[in-house]
């Protein structure tokens, strides 16, 4: 029975958040600025682009493990530079974020260009006639009208970085306490024939994917609706949970007020 | 003294479309009339900045804002030219205040005390002080536009553009709101542009006035002495538009 499982290990599962998380801020960035710079873009060199942004979606985790081991192994391209001056990426922890990154890079691209492309244009033509620069006109303008589904990307992402497995494992390896993420301790797990273990873990993974999936449908559908709900600042009552991947099943009016707040920072 | 010859080819789904636009104007408001899709809102585009044309030259007051020969293409930003666009496009994300001091905000929209404080006097200038922490969509069309012509105005522009700004209003307002931008504009000593396809715009402010049809000005005539005489503006525009539509079929 269910209250008959071992508790997990504490440390998969704190070292697959804090992993999900630096991915997901990682790719945040990066894909912001890549889709910025893509934005409303027609051209063959554009659409070259955005097929190279979203093959890590589409590769086997295996492929982009190999690309990432001939990047930044000991003997890759970067990687022999690297490990003269004394760093090694492979088998860390560090590396597990950086084959993280790369495998949620395309979630968070893909929809934070679409909602940068959904923000009407007129909005940033008419702050140019008022004197903004080009990067008044992205950070505030574009970019909070965006922000809801962008956050819901960065929640499928982080859900996706959660999961990773395939690239992971190439990159930084299955080192129990040192390099050992939810996904790789399940395997294990498997392995050893410990049932009881592995399927306090799968439904451990399970639960905190199914809560951030929830989160980012809330998101979404709060941004679905008719104009913007924002509660005025002095009305607003307190976010109700700092933590999306543990908000649980928030509803879409809980959710719309605390979206509301990030958008307008 | 405003100067406009451009040219402007669009691809589009359903063939191309060719704005062909010639006039000057020394005119303190001046209207450009036409029908729909008839390419007096790129016109305005062009003017403001947000649309490159393909060849021409545009000017206000001397200041070259665009000329093909001379690879001269001033970004909207630098052109210090208002524009209240069709529907106004008020940041649905920012209050009143917010929208209002945009143009005196910092880099990443802080507003400083002092640009607060010119919000506010041109927020209260309009009448929607006490909107001042509404958003867009809390407000009405008549509030909207006010709001939008204050923001428009916070950034101190050299001349002022004006797309149908009463065609999102119901009709009472519209006759309402015709008189109160009227007095607004006439306290203010800034040229301005207005598109309309309304003949009860052109009476209220057309000095001059600019008939488009199918992507070309077709006419441009002081509208002076008409206003003199008290002449009915659709009494002018009937027939002039049936005369410029014959001379589009007739050319294009």
């Known amino acids: ?265 | 003294m405003i100067k406009v010859h451009v040219k402007k080819k669009l691809r589009g789904r359903h063939g191309n479309f060719v704005l062909g636009a010639d006039f000057e104007s020394s005119a303190r408001h001046l209207v450009l009339f036409g029908s729909s899709g008839s390419g007096k809102t790129l016109t305005l585009s062009a003017i403001a900045g947000l649309v490159r044309p393909d060849e021409g030259h545009i000017s206000i007051d001397g200041d070259v804002l665009f000329d093909s020969q001379e690879k001269i293409f001033r970004p909207a930003r630098t052109r210090h030219i208002g524009y209240l666009l069709q529907d106004y496009a008020l940041f649905p994300h920012l209050s009143a205040l917010g929208n209002v001091g945009f143009a005196l905000s910092g880099p990443f929209g802080r507003l400083s005390g002092e640009a607060r404080r010119q919000s506010l006097a041109l927020l209260e200038r309009f009448e929607v002080a006490h909107l001042a922490d509404r958003l867009p969509g809390e407000m009405s069309g008549g509030q909207r536009q006010r709001v939008a012509l204050a923001r428009a105005l916070a950034a101190n522009p050299k001349i002022l553009l004006l797309d149908e700004p009463f065609s999102a209003l119901d009709p009472l307002l519209r006759i309402r709101m015709r008189k109160e931008i009227r007095s607004v504009l006439d306290e203010l000593d800034i040229p301005v542009v207005i598109i309309t396809h309304d003949p009860d715009d052109v009476e209220a402010f057309a000095d001059m006035l600019v008939v488009y049809s199918q992507g070309r000005t077709r006419q441009c005539l002081d509208y002076q002495p008409y206003r003199l005489r008290g002449v009915r503006a659709s009494d002018v525009l009937v027939p002039l538009v049936q005369e410029v539509e014959s001379q589009a079929l007739a050319g294009a």
């Open chain 1, 1 to 265: 029975m269910l209250w008959d499982l071992p508790a997990p290990p504490l440390f998969p599962i704190v070292l697959s958040l804090k992993v999900a998380g630096l991915a997901t801020a990682v790719a945040l960035v990066a894909g912001l600025a890549v889709a910025r710079w893509q934005m409303r873009r027609q051209s063959f060199f554009s659409k070259v682009m955005d097929a190279l942004c979203t093959l890590p979606m589409i590769l086997p985790p295996t492929v982009l493990g190999y690309y990432l081991i001939l990047l930044i192994g000991r003997r890759g391209v970067f990687g022999k530079w690297l490990h003269e001056s004394g760093i090694d990426i492979i088998f860390t922890w560090q590396g597990a974020v950086i084959a993280s990154t790369v495998v949620v890079f395309p979630l968070i691209y893909k929809s934070a260009r679409a909602a940068l492309e959904s923000v009407d244009p007129r909005y940033e033509d008419a702050a140019r006639t008022l004197g903004a620069s080009e990067a008044k006109v992205f950070f505030v303008i574009t970019l909070p009208l965006a922000w809801r589904g962008i956050m819901a990307g960065s929640m499928l992402a982080f859900a996706r970085g959660m999961g990773e497995f395939g690239a992971t494992l190439m990159v930084a390896g299955n080192i129990p306490g040192k390099t050992q993420t939810l996904a790789l301790a399940i395997y294990d797990a498997f392995q050893a024939g410990d049932d009881p273990l592995a399927i306090s873990l799968v439904l451990l993974t399970s639960a905190i994917c199914l809560s951030i999936l929830v989160a980012a449908d809330s998101f979404l559908s709060a941004r679905m609706g008719k104009g913007p709900r924002r509660k005025r600042k002095k009305t607003a009552p307190p976010a109700p949970s700092a933590s999306p991947a543990l908000a649980g099943p928030a509803s879409p009016a809980d959710a719309a007020p605390a979206a509301g707040q990030g958008g307008q920072a």
